[in-house]
């Protein structure tokens, strides 16, 4: 048994092996200043997880259901706090490193498994993987991609045990997986998806009782706990998912902004953002021609290279669409994450089999080609870490564990005058969640310009305090400037970064 365990799981993984801990003790430097990074996001995640603990609600530190996210990850975060009776900023550096390295050794597990490559394409990629400047920003954060990509890769691997055997056990397994994946992001749908798609283009299973049986049972299943959290939602919030916005930007814009990311991840090339479009086109063309091939020619479809590929085909429609339709934060590295590692084996798992293929005068060309454009993508791996590297190790990772922020004048000032503060008035912010995190002061995030109602109950208010900060840039929030011209400003105080403004309704016009 145990022998058939180490064949099964670590034979000829070893070099894995040494890539995860190489990649938990990078994660361990990148916290070793400020702590694991915290964005606005992940106060949310950080407030909700306390709060479960504390109370039992799954609420934020507004103390409003959490409804913008899925409950999975504060779930899994207060499970952790359960268990070790420590903070999340206590073990989030040992927590994410852990996943990390998990992640990188997955990894190793299934390129092992991938169909004619070599063991220099292997170490090539798992090197790529390690330096990615994409999945360093995740796992130095307290972010929910850290668990969603996690399970993209177990969902890889159970998805190829389904297709194999067709049996029961592997498909309970993939719902499950598909299941908690939708809990942890709402795009995990694109899983629950994938999953489906997978199974409508399954050949070997043909259609009947049994594989109608399938679908039904992997869709109940992989949807239910989405259900349930929706079903929350609905029930105290009267929202599915929170207050969506209707999408402003076009479909081109969204292909540029993936391009631009898709662009950063070959940084060797320097190509710069002008033709991003066309990268992203390019891209999107090639992996999904080599989904549509293998599909047509049921050549290696089920297999682990091709079943992450199509994954890349699923989300980025998912994202796409998603982002034209709904009102977006542009799409960056950190949204189009789950595509890493989907767009890094779409793009490169053919080469060592097209190396082979290759007539023997060009092959020590095609060789020396392949091998300089991964020393060059290595070497600005390299680069672009250390030069991350400089501000990390003696400010912190960007974010609210960041000196900027920790030492920042005005929420200095806000935490030495909570009280007084406080009394003042209800208190409004472009930072809402900073001024819990750092100052323990509860305020309201100032209404979005297009938000009417949330406009017209501020200036409803007799008297409010507003803290700006200028590192906390938004532009989709109403300005001071706008506040200015609705409400009577009473005192100002200004700070380097930023500043307090006090606001009173002005008195009606005396009579002609």
Not at 152 to 178: C, D, E, K, N, P
Not at 292 to 310: C, P
């Amino acid at each position: 048994m145990k022998r058939d365990f180490r064949s099964s799981v670590l034979s000829g993984n070893y070099d894995a092996v040494l890539a995860a801990i190489a990649g938990f003790l990078i994660i361990q430097a990148l916290c070793a200043y400020g702590g694991i990074g915290v964005s606005p996001d992940s106060v949310v995640y950080i407030s909700t997880a306390q709060n479960i603990h504390d109370h039992g609600k799954i609420n934020d530190f507004t103390n409003m259901p959490v409804m913008d996210f899925p409950a999975f990850y504060p779930i899994f975060l207060c499970g952790l706090i359960f268990l070790t009776g420590a903070k999340i900023l206590a073990f989030g550096p040992f927590l994410n490193g852990l996943l990390f390295a998990t992640l990188i050794w997955l990894c190793g597990w299934i390129m092992n498994r991938f169909t004619g490559v070599t063991r220099g394409y292997k170490l090539l990629l798992l090197i790529f993987i390690l330096l990615s400047p994409c999945l360093l920003e995740v796992y130095s954060m307290i972010w929910s991609e850290t668990i969603f990509l996690l399970l993209s890769v177990l969902f890889f691997i159970v998805a190829y045990g389904y297709f194999q055997t067709h049996s029961i056990r592997w498909l309970l397994i993939m719902a499950f997986v598909a299941a908690l994946s939708c809990v942890t992001r709402y795009a995990g749908i694109s899983l629950a998806g994938l999953g489906g798609l997978l199974m409508l283009c399954d050949g070997r299973l043909r259609w009947g009782a049994r594989k109608l049986g399938h679908i039904a049972l992997y869709s109940l299943l992989s949807l239910s706990l989405l259900i349930l959290n929706l079903y929350r939602n609905l029930q105290l919030t009267q929202t599915l998912t929170g207050y969506r916005e209707k999408g402003l930007t076009p479909f081109s814009v969204n292909l540029h902004d993936m391009g631009s990311v898709f662009c950063d991840w070959l940084p060797f090339l320097n190509l710069g953002y002008r033709v991003a479009t066309v990268v992203g086109v390019l891209f999107i063309l090639l992996i999904t021609g080599i989904f549509l091939y293998r599909l047509v020619r049921r050549n290696n479809f089920f297999s682990y290279e091709t079943i992450a590929l199509s994954y890349f085909v699923v989300y980025t429609a998912f994202i796409l669409f998603s982002a034209t339709v709904s009102r977006f934060q542009p799409l960056d590295s950190r949204l189009l994450s789950p595509l890493f590692l989907p767009w890094l084996w779409g793009s490169t798992q053919w080469i060592p089999a097209g190396l082979k293929r290759c007539p023997p005068r060009w092959k020590s060309v095609a060789v020396a080609a392949s091998l300089a454009a991964a020393v060059c993508f290595i070497f600005r791996e390299v680069q672009i870490f250390r030069e991350n590297w400089n501000g990390i190790h003696y400010a912190g990772i960007p974010g609210y564990t960041e000196d900027d922020w920790r030492k920042n004048e005005t929420m200095t000032f806000v935490r030495t005058h909570k009280d007084s503060l406080e009394k003042a008035g209800h208190i409004y912010s472009d930072a809402f969640e900073g001024l819990w995190f750092l100052a323990d002061v509860r305020s309201d995030l100032i209404p979005h310009k297009d938000n009417a109602a949330d406009i017209k109950w501020m200036m409803h208010e007799e008297h409010f305090t507003v803290v700006w900060f200028d590192d906390a840039v938004n532009d989709d929030l109403i300005n001071i400037d706008y506040i200015r011209s609705q409400k009577q400003l009473v005192n100002e105080l200004r700070f380097r970064d930023g500043a307090v403004y006090f606001f009173h309704t002005s008195p009606p016009a005396p009579p002609n």
